[in-house]
């Protein structure tokens, strides 16, 4: 008896993730996570040394960047994350607000258990690294933590929105660092991660989004009238 073949499905064979994007990945975090500052120049053959590939992926990772604005050119061909005037720095996080607070209101709706449990577990090392002094730690948790809450929200377009302003505003948020009177834990002063959680939990979004926006607020009234800009 004779078997006929059948016919394939036409899905095609599973890829792995190319090597530019992992690359565009991994500095688009470091970016948000504020463990790149303000005036580094980056270069794709140094990157490419560092993260020991060659430098095509490199160089389309960071054309993706400066077209999002969080790169700038220079003339001898690197690319340098933009220094941050005090006019910039208050129009993208009166922006943050607005999207930031629309993510986390529709996150109320999607949050499980398991992440508000998560959410928890940051906040508390949140808190432990700012009494720690730790800033780079600080400033992951933060971005860990909100991140979080957002990517929860259902919105594709409020994603892309945001991380594009973090992609512009998380490197300078190191600004943190200093102020205080040189005592980070001064920065739970203006912290609301407890009440973002006690809101999600009660599935109350604009308890949240009211939260998450008076984090937001309150951090960059802080800079505005404390840190150095251009």
């Known amino acids: 008896m004779n078997v006929k073949p059948i016919p394939p499905l036409g899905l095609g064979p599973i890829g792995s993730?190319?090597?530019?994007?992992?690359?565009?990945?991994?500095?688009?975090?470091?970016l948000m996570a504020g463990q790149i500052t303000t005036g580094r120049k980056l270069t794709s053959r140094k990157l490419a040394l560092?993260?020991?590939?060659?430098?095509?992926?490199?160089?389309?990772?960071?054309?993706?960047?400066?077209?999002?604005?969080?790169?700038?050119?220079?003339?001898n061909g690197s690319l340098v994350l933009p220094s941050m005037t005090r006019d910039r720095f208050a129009?993208?996080?009166?922006?943050?607000?607005?999207?930031?607070g629309a993510a986390t209101e529709k996150?109320?709706?999607?949050?499980t258990q398991a992440d508000l449990d998560a959410l928890s577990k940051?906040?508390?090392?949140?808190?432990k690294a700012?009494?720690?002094?730790?800033?780079?730690?600080?400033?992951?948790?933060?971005?860990?933590?909100?991140?979080?809450?957002?990517?929860?929200?259902?919105?594709?377009?409020l994603l892309f929105l945001i991380e594009t302003l973090w992609l512009q505003v998380g490197p300078f948020l190191r600004a943190y660092s200093g102020q205080f009177?040189?005592?980070?834990?001064g920065i739970l002063h203006l912290d609301h991660h407890g009440q973002v959680?006690?809101?999600?939990?009660?599935?109350?979004?604009?308890?949240?989004?009211?939260?998450m926006r008076r984090d937001i607020s309150d951090g960059a009234s802080y800079l505005l009238a404390n840190a150095e800009f251009c």
Do not use: W
Request: with cysteine.
């Open 197 to 211: 959680v006690e809101a999600l939990a009660r599935r109350d979004g604009t308890a949240a989004a009211a939260a």
């Open 122 to 127: 940051i906040g508390a090392d949140l808190t």
């Open 17 to 30: 993730v190319p090597v530019h994007e992992l690359v565009y990945r991994q500095l688009t975090r470091a």
């Open 181 to 185: 009177g040189g005592d980070l834990a």
């Open 50 to 75: 560092e993260l020991d590939i060659s430098d095509m992926p490199v160089r389309a990772a960071l054309s993706r960047l400066q077209a999002l604005k969080a790169l700038v050119p220079l003339r």
């Open 107 to 111: 996150a109320a709706a999607h949050m």
């Open 130 to 157: 700012a009494r720690d002094q730790d800033i780079d730690q600080y400033l992951e948790y933060n971005y860990e933590f909100k991140f979080l809450i957002y990517r929860a929200c259902g919105s594709e377009t």
């Open 91 to 100: 129009d993208l996080m009166q922006t943050r607000l607005v999207c930031e």
